[in-house]
């Protein structure tokens, strides 16, 4: 048996610990959260029991799935892990758990299962861990045990918006904010191309004429995001919070993954572009660069605007937050889909109806949590 004690008693929990089980286990193991004393289980009891990952329901009464999505491992010199992150409240009755696939310590964007705690309306004082019946031959191993509270702590999602979007969030004295501001999401779409180019000249009535054809080898895109919430806000908890989630959404909206697909896409669609010369401009390499830029730049551009329509669209649909969207999956989901880019009036619509209808861009899913 092994044991964690709190050092103070709290009302919120965050357990991530990643586990591999042999084959032969039967119950592997049990995980349990406990009150004073540590003589009964108190929100969270989990178990692996018979190659599934399951949890004690305080209403069934029961043990009940979390995922049967889990695998034992063969050879323990060589072990399969899994990585699961629990969150409980005391007061909550909801317990989540967050399950990566077998072999990964990638956590999902939602929740892999929301269940009934065990009990409610004790403080975390413990989290204790109890070998299962098993075989001489079975074995547990257990890795990164961490158990801390979890006021101040983000949810997965939210976590992996911090970390692609570049997310820097700063607290505003709201006395002497912009009134009615509340909270507000800058983002700014960047792009870092290679490219090839070739060019030509002819004259043409009198006129020199400079046509460029740019050749996309790669593109890397990115967003930088700076998030302004009321000083109010920078205490624990903040991460549960209303406006905070409604913030971190417009976060989802301009990281979503098809972003990047749209401006690749249409930077290798550019066919020659010409200019009338003007020599105070000069020329040569110079030129030629300049007209390749500014046409690459034209298409990420306009993916951009299409974001802070997207941001608009988003704001009126939830009223800013305070009216909530039943299927906020489907609704992101349906950003930038060909629907979408023609309400958004899309000037490069034409240029990516074929991308569009392909599986990998239908299948590019945004960050968006449940």
């Not at 070739?198 to 050749?215: A, D, L, M």
């Not at 003007?278 to 551009?301: F, P």
């Amino acid at each position: 048996m092994l044991e964690t004690r709190f050092a103070k008693p709290t009302n919120r929990l965050l357990l991530d610990l990643c586990f591999a089980f042999s084959e032969d286990s039967g119950e592997a193991f049990v995980i349990q959260t406990e009150r004073r004393g540590g003589t009964r289980a108190t929100q969270v009891r989990l178990a692996v029991q018979d190659g599934k990952l399951v949890h004690f329901d305080g209403d069934a009464r029961a043990w009940t799935l979390i995922t049967d999505q889990i695998e034992p491992t063969l050879d323990s010199t060589k072990p399969r892990w899994h990585r699961i992150e629990i969150r409980a409240e005391r007061k909550t009755p909801e317990v989540e758990f967050w399950v990566s696939p077998p072999g990964s310590m990638v956590l999902p964007e939602k929740p892999t299962a929301t269940l009934v705690a065990h009990k409610l309306g004790s403080l975390f004082h413990s989290v204790k861990l109890m070998c299962g019946t098993q075989s001489p031959e079975a074995f547990i191993l257990l890795d990164e045990v961490v158990a801390r509270d979890a006021s101040d702590i983000p949810p997965p999602w939210i976590r992996r918006l911090l970390e692609v979007g570049r997310v820097k969030v700063e607290y505003y004295d709201l006395s002497k904010g912009r009134r009615g501001m509340g909270g507000l999401t800058k983002y700014w779409l960047r792009a870092h191309y290679k490219y090839d180019y070739r060019y030509k000249w002819r004259r043409e009535g009198g006129e020199r004429i400079v046509s460029v054809k740019p050749t996309l080898r790669t593109v890397t895109v990115w967003t930088d995001h700076r998030v302004y919430i009321p000083d109010s806000y920078d205490r624990p908890g903040r991460w549960n919070r209303g406006l905070m989630r409604h913030e971190f959404e417009h976060v989802a909206i301009s990281t979503d993954p098809r972003l990047k697909m749209l401006i690749d896409h249409l930077c290798r669609k550019i066919g020659w572009v010409e200019r009338t010369y003007d020599a105070e401009e000069g020329g040569g390499t110079a030129l030629y660069k300049q007209i390749s830029l500014a046409e690459l730049n034209k298409r990420r551009n306009a993916v951009s605007t299409l974001v802070q329509r997207n941001y608009k669209f988003f704001d009126k649909v939830c009223r800013h937050g305070r009216k909530r969207i039943e299927d906020r999956r489907a609704f992101f989901e349906g950003l930038y889909t060909r629907e979408n880019l023609e309400e958004m009036q899309f000037p490069y619509l034409e240029g990516v109806l074929d991308l569009v209808e392909t599986e990998a861009y239908r299948s590019a899913r945004p960050c968006c949590g449940d």
